[in-house]
């Protein structure tokens, strides 16, 4: 038959307290190009890679996707899979 999935979902504060590699601004090898409209400072979708060069603003804390099945994480922000921001509800 079917399984029953209970879902708990966590509040905001304690997602804080879950430790995860891929936050952004904590350190050197935080992501440093999440797919975000709010960080970019980009107006054109076909240059997302490489316009802006660097961020404008940087999400401190803000959590992105993370490596794929095969723990490898590629920090391109047309990757949104990897690299979009998470939004905590």
């Known amino acids: 038959m079917f399984g029953i999935l209970f879902f708990f979902p966590l509040t905001f504060p304690q997602y804080s307290l879950v430790p995860v590699p891929y936050i952004v601004g904590v350190n050197p090898n935080s992501p440093q190009n999440p797919h975000s409209a709010m960080a970019s400072g980009g107006y054109d979708v ?42 905590p509800n």
């Open 46 to 87: 076909g240059t997302i890679d490489t316009d802006p060069a660097v961020e404008a603003y940087v999400l401190y804390g803000a959590v992105v996707g993370g490596p794929d099945k095969r723990g490898r994480y590629f920090d391109i922000r047309s990757d949104w899979p990897q690299t979009e921001v998470l939004q």
